[in-house]
């Protein structure tokens, strides 16, 4: 069965730096997503992605965030400037419709900053 | 109101029972209410969803019962196993189309043999 791959699994980085996350969706997914989980909270909605620009962004993603799929098969989420409250688990997730249903996700990326 | 409300927040129950998992919505305009569940070390995955002209929804030994005057949805996991045990998370999308899901806090649950 097809799935979405994030890249690393684990990212432990010094407050200030810049971080990349990376994702593989799904091959015929059209719509990319970013998500975060902070330890014992909700899932919470960072970007959505679709045509090479960003669909719908929260207020979470702010300026010292961007998104990026620089190829056919990798979609980024760069932090550009690392917080101590930017420590979370980072989740894409692809779907091949525009309605929000049917969302696939990776396994996440555990963000640690130190 | 964009958010969702979930309880509880962790749950046991043995092997065999009903685990029932509750949400509670404030924004009318929610029109699609998925359940997703995660094993550890694994993102979230699409176990079932109802819309809101549906009153209960069963797929397997899973089912949505959704009480739309109360806004409110629940998730009911008959014969519970223990590879059932993961954390469920409700959602909601506000209105149809690219608008982002809500998730609620989420639940651990727990089958004991």
């Known amino acids: 069965e097809p799935e979405v791959t994030q890249t690393p699994s684990h990212q432990v980085t010094q407050m200030g730096q810049e971080v990349i996350l990376r994702c593989v969706p799904i091959?015929?997914?059209?719509?990319f997503y970013w998500y975060r989980q902070i330890l014992g909270q909700k899932v919470e909605f960072l970007v959505s992605?679709?045509?090479?620009?960003?669909?719908?962004k929260s207020e979470i993603f702010d300026d010292q965030f961007s998104v990026e799929r620089p190829d056919g098969s990798n979609f980024t989420l760069k932090i550009r400037s690392t917080k101590l409250e930017d420590s979370a688990m980072y989740f894409c997730?692809?779907?091949?419709?525009?309605?929000?249903?049917?969302?696939?996700f990776g396994s996440g990326t555990q963000l640690s900053v130190l | 109101q964009q958010q969702v409300k979930q309880s509880p927040q962790s749950l046991i129950v043995q092997k065999g029972g009903i685990s029932i998992i509750n949400c509670a919505y404030e924004n009318t305009a929610f029109d699609y209410f998925p359940w997703y569940q995660q094993f550890p070390g694994k993102g979230p995955a699409l176990l079932i969803a109802?819309?809101?002209?549906?009153s209960e929804k069963k797929e397997g030994r899973f089912t949505i019962s959704f009480n739309k005057s109360a806004k409110q949805f629940s998730l009911h996991i008959m014969d519970s196993q223990p590879g059932d045990s993961a954390t469920y998370f409700c959602a909601a999308r506000p209105n149809s189309g690219n608008t982002p899901l809500v998730f609620g806090k989420g639940t651990r649950l727990s089958v004991i043999a």
């Open positions: 992605f679709y045509n090479n620009e960003i669909s719908e």
């Open positions: 109802i819309r809101p002209d549906v």
């Open positions: 091959s015929n997914h059209l719509y």
């Open positions: 997730a692809s779907s091949r419709q525009a309605t929000n249903e049917k969302l696939f």
